[in-house]
T-cell receptor
Framework: DAGVTQSPTHLIKTRGQQVTLRCSPK?????VSWYQQALGQGPQFIFQ???????QRGNFPDRFSGHQYPNYSSELNVNALLLGDSALYLC?????????????FGAGTRLSVL | SQQGEEDPQALSIQEGENATMNCSYK?????LQWYRQNSGRGLVHLIL?????REKHSGRLRVTLDTSKKSSSLLITASRAADTASYFC????????????FGKGTSLLVTP
């Protein structure tokens, strides 16, 4: 049973470009959340998707957008990249009915913006 | 903004010793979770303690929660080199909804 998978592992972009990160949730999970983790910091919640809709959003600008497909996989899109967007982007999946909100994380995509 | 704050920021111990790290948070919570992260990779859930629980054990892990002080501690007994990682506390409450609020973490180094 595969866990949460993310692609690509590493990505290098230049300022102003756009990037798409991908995530496949753990089998049986129907929610996907995205987190941004800057170096030396804890993960910061970007948003969560459920039933192909953004269910909740953290304090991130509209440059950050996402999508969830019928098979529960998800994408994170970031437009007009800034140097400050350089970070580890983590995808996490869970079960909507799981009241404890335990999240299962992928290995992350490390984005470097030059 | 970060909800939880871990203390200490870094901890270095030898194998066999116990490691204790603390977490303080700001608002009322539904539960508190501890996660481990190896070398900037994904986080792994370790243990969850509900707001109405005071102590919980899982293997070599012991977690306590003091809601009056808005604090939690994670104790790792008989540490091993493989325990070297960053440890984060994460809180969830009715205000945060589905989001987990993480602290900055404690970096633990266990030397042989």
């Amino acid at each position: 049973d595969a866990g949460v998978t993310q692609s690509p592992t590493h990505l290098i972009k230049t300022r102003g470009q756009q990037v798409t990160l991908r995530c496949s949730p753990k089998s049986g999970h129907d929610t996907v959340s995205w987190y941004q983790q800057a170096l030396g910091q804890g993960p910061q919640f970007i948003f969560q998707y459920y039933e192909e809709e953004e269910r909740q959003r953290g304090n991130f600008p509209d440059r950050f957008s996402g999508h969830q497909y019928p098979n529960y996989s998800s994408e994170l899109n970031v437009n007009a990249l800034l140097l400050g967007d350089s970070a580890l982007y983590l995808c996490a999946s869970g079960e909507r009915e799981h009241r404890k909100n335990i999240q299962y994380f992928g290995a992350g995509t490390r984005l470097s913006v030059l | 903004s970060q909800q939880g704050e871990e203390d200490p920021q870094a901890l270095s111990i030898q194998e066999g010793e116990n490691a204790t790290m603390n977490c303080s948070y700001k608002t009322s919570i539904n539960n508190l979770q501890w996660y481990r992260q190896n070398s900037g990779r994904g986080l792994v859930h370790l243990i969850l303690i509900r707001s109405n629980e005071r102590e919980k054990h899982s293997g070599r892990l012991r977690v306590t929660l003091d809601t009056s002080k808005k604090s939690s501690s994670l104790l790792i007994t008989a540490s091993r080199a493989a325990d070297t990682a960053s440890y984060f506390c994460a809180t969830a409450n009715s205000n945060s909804g589905y989001a987990l609020n993480f602290g900055k973490g404690t970096s633990l180094l266990v030397t042989p």
